[in-house]
């Protein structure tokens, strides 16, 4: 899959910025959200091609907002990237059972990322 659109979803403003800075630095198409429940909202409307997500955040969490999507007809092809400080095994098992595709713990570099991209 060649992935052109990208959601980022992170409640840290600083976070989001710095990974839709490397997204669209690399020539990707960002569109983010602060919440899970804004991004199941905005994976409807805008149908992105991957969604790099955060874990860790207020009212509806990632895993919960990845459950949410992948169990959406017409959302559950799109795959979802973690991008959070939960690096424990347990959080990467778990993060799997939600249908996330792979996790990359925080701090990341930009090499990570545009890996997990490139290889979807």
């Not at 020539?27 to 959200?33: K, M, Q």
């Not at 899970?36 to 969490?61: F, H, T």
């Not at 690096?87 to 570099?109: C, F, H």
Request: net charge negative.
């Amino acid at each position: 899959m060649s992935a052109s659109k990208v959601m980022i979803v992170d409640d840290s403003p600083i976070d989001l910025q710095h990974l839709k800075d490397i997204v669209t630095t690399a020539g990707y198409h960002a569109i983010t959200a602060t919440s899970g429940r804004e991004a199941y909202s905005m994976a409807k409307q805008s149908r992105p091609d991957v969604i790099l997500m955060d874990v860790v955040m207020e009212d509806v969490d990632g895993f919960e907002a990845c459950r949410t999507i992948h169990q959406d007809q017409e959302l559950n092809k799109i795959p979802i990237v973690f991008v959070t400080s939960k690096n424990q095994k347990a959080d990467r098992v778990w993060g799997e059972l939600q249908g996330g595709r792979a996790m990359i713990s925080k701090p990341y570099t930009q090499e990570q990322i545009l890996s997990a991209l490139s290889s979807l």
